[in-house]
């Protein structure tokens, strides 16, 4: 169904009410497929609860949804039109919502970032076309997909109804057509699966759980355990006076170091530690980086894990040149299918994100690129010189429209007066 079907078929969205969408309580924790997962986050083998919010506590996690949302928000997104010889870019009207101010309240940039970090935490980037009522649209409002319901409406043509919450407290239900939505593995038409609740659930915990021994070690005084002997026999008063004690006088960061003194001939104190090595701790940390980066699909170079790689060399640039060819366009992709289709009525008008300035290497390679693109010695230009000055933001030159053939040397060089040889 259309955008102007809406008006003609005499069909509406449902009223939003509370029925079409209910925030989890106590009551209805059984309904629905949040549950107690919703609420609380999916429990991991290690006992430590997962959800979008504790996920962004680990920093492997962090580092990788700082990474892709704030690339996908710095590329420009760019029209064009198609012709009979290719396509042409042209100004659009849109232009402005997706690379400036997509709303009053948000720019384009965290527009992006907030999308970004919706698909990749609970799976889907749903943002509301905000229309005018020419039916053109005047703003892209990213919604929490969390505060968001699908119901398809299988008695009016089966088209889908969005049902969602503002930060304003409105709520709204509007048409699919008014929708942007992105969504990820496990797409089934309404919703995808959470990556952090059903695919990297014990992962992330792991790395919870890790994280969290090791503060309450550091804050035990550096992980050490102590026994207490004597000859003597104690009863459970006693027992419990002298391990408040040692406790006290023991533990936390502020008696590291601090020695500890005990009165009687009798009394003996055993330090017990058991070293990070030996648990595998710091391997283990190490090892929950490199497998988060591997979900994300993020080269662990990228966020920062080098320990077993250099940070020079054509190595890095190849992991990092495949990172955006196998992992950052799949996203890509699916971002501009779902403008694309959402967006323009009009055949052959299209939207696509800009690579370019992404995947240009250094100055010495791009002057390399550059030299053959122009019809360089030995090269067949494919370029012309206002081309390549407009990659680098510079004015065209009057006489920089032609491309260098292979053999015709420098097409812009006016041949010389043989009489003045």
């Known amino acids: 169904m259309g955008f102007f079907d ?24 059984g309904q629905g497929s949040g549950g107690f997962g919703e609420v609380f986050g999916m429990p991991s083998a290690t006992g430590v609860p997962v959800n979008e919010t504790t996920a962004m506590q680990v920093g492997a996690v962090y580092a990788c949804v700082q990474l892709l949302a704030g690339i996908v928000s710095t590329l420009p997104l760019q029209f064009f039109q198609k012709t009979p010889s290719g396509r042409k870019p042209i100004d659009h009207d849109f232009w402005y ?11 384009a940039s965290a527009m992006w ?54 930060p304003t407290g409105q709520v709204h239900s509007v048409h699919e057509d008014d929708i942007i939505h992105v969504p990820g593995l496990g797409y089934n038409g309404l919703r995808s699966l959470s990556p952090v609740r059903h695919y990297a659930n014990q992962t992330i915990g792991l790395a919870l759980g890790q994280q969290q021994f090791s ?25 419990r006076d002298i391990r408040a004690e040692v406790e006290a006088r023991a533990h936390g960061l502020a008696n590291v170091g601090r020695p500890m003194v005990l009165s009687g001939a009798d009394w003996k104190l055993d330090r017990l530690q058991i070293s990070p090595v030996d648990m595998q701790l710091l391997e283990g940390r190490a090892f ?10 993020v080269p662990p170079h990228m966020i920062g894990a080098t320990d077993k790689a250099t940070s020079w060399g ?44 992404l995947l240009e290497g250094d100055s010495a390679a791009q002057a390399a690129y550059f030299s053959k693109a122009l019809g360089g010695p030995g090269s067949q230009g494919w370029m012309t010189i206002n081309e390549v000055r407009h ?9 920089g429209g032609e491309i260098v053939k292979a053999g015709s040397g420098n097409g812009n060089q006016k041949p010389s007066d043989p009489a003045q040889g």
């Open 6 to 29: 809406r008006f003609w078929a005499g069909k509406s969205p449902p009223a939003a009410d509370t029925e079409q969408r209910k925030e989890p309580t106590v009551q209805n924790l």
């Open 97 to 107: 919502l997706f690379n400036e101010s997509a709303t009053n309240e948000y720019t």
């Open 113 to 166: 970032e907030y999308g970004m970090q919706s698909r990749l935490l609970d799976g889907d980037f749903v943002a509301w076309i905000m229309r005018d009522r020419r039916g053109n649209p005047v703003g892209i409002q990213p919604l929490n997909p969390r505060a968001t319901t699908v119901q398809r409406m299988l008695d009016q043509g089966g088209w889908r109804c969005y049902t969602f919450w503002l």
């Open 215 to 239: 503060e309450r070690q550091f804050g035990q005084g550096t992980g050490a355990s102590y026994l207490i002997s004597t000859a003597g026999k104690l009863n459970e008063d006693q027992k």
């Open 288 to 297: 929950s980086v490199v497998e988060i980066a591997r979900i994300y699909g």
């Open 314 to 357: 054509t190595g890095l640039e190849a992991m990092t040149q495949g990172f955006v060819k196998f992992t950052l366009k799949r996203h890509l992709m699916a971002i501009q299918q779902e403008a694309n289709r959402k967006l323009f009525v009009k055949p052959g008008v299209y939207c696509e994100f800009g690579l370019d300035t």
């Open 391 to 399: 990659i680098k933001n510079l004015p065209p030159d009057p006489d």
